[in-house]
């Protein structure tokens, strides 16, 4: 069978939790007749709205994802949120660095590691985010960007055949702008990536336990220019996951194998 293709709602700080809950009530309606077999559609509201939004997608196919986690299981960590409080709430994914987290959070490259090993000790699958700035690549840095995010983020991480890694590439400077990257860049940052890999992981977990998609600015109009099997194998949506009848149409423009 081939890989699921991963569609990704990260609603960020943008709904209540209301409007998170009517949001995915609306989806899970709509897309007992849309989805297809081979999509994976993981929502990702902010932890406030996890539990209304896990009640409303509760006996769907959609799954549940989380924004963010704490590295360590239990403790004096005033605010934080555990992997397994998370996994108690029906959380499947978690998103790992993303770049609004490592910008305004600070989140360090050491932090998103140890993140991706909690997870994976807790049965959660990271959504590892990766992508260079717009200064990065104007010095033409992105390759190097990337190389080290990855190699840092995945040091001394191991899978085994029931664990899985999905990688996004996000360069930082298209998200949210309405305007996304080239497919042919974005098929070069899944080489670079993809070439890091086997530094990591052997060449059966490579090919079926971790999926490489692309973020920013993806919307129904351009979603499967970027989808390409064994390439990119799915996206990672912001704004354009916001409104039902939107997301739908991207939902739907999504063709499978
Ligand atoms: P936009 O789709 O709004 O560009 O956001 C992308 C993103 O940051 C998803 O994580």
Redesign the pocket.
Known sequence: MSKKTYIIA?WKMQLTNKEAADLANSLKHESIKTLKQNIELILCPSFAALSAVAEAIKKSEIKLGAQNVFYHEKGAYTGETSPSQLKELGVDYV?IG???RRQYQKETNEEINQKIKVCLANDLTPIL?VGETFEERQIGKTDLILIQQITKALQDVKLNNNQNLII?Y?PVW????GQAVEPKEAQHASAVIRGLLPEFFSHEIIKNNISIIY????DESNVMDFIKPGVIDGA?????SLKAEKFLSLIRAVETE
Request: with cysteine; glycine share 24%.
């Open positions: 990260n998103i993303h770049s609004e985010c996004a996000e298209v998200i949210g702008s973020g920013g600015s993806v990672l949506v912001g704004g354009a």
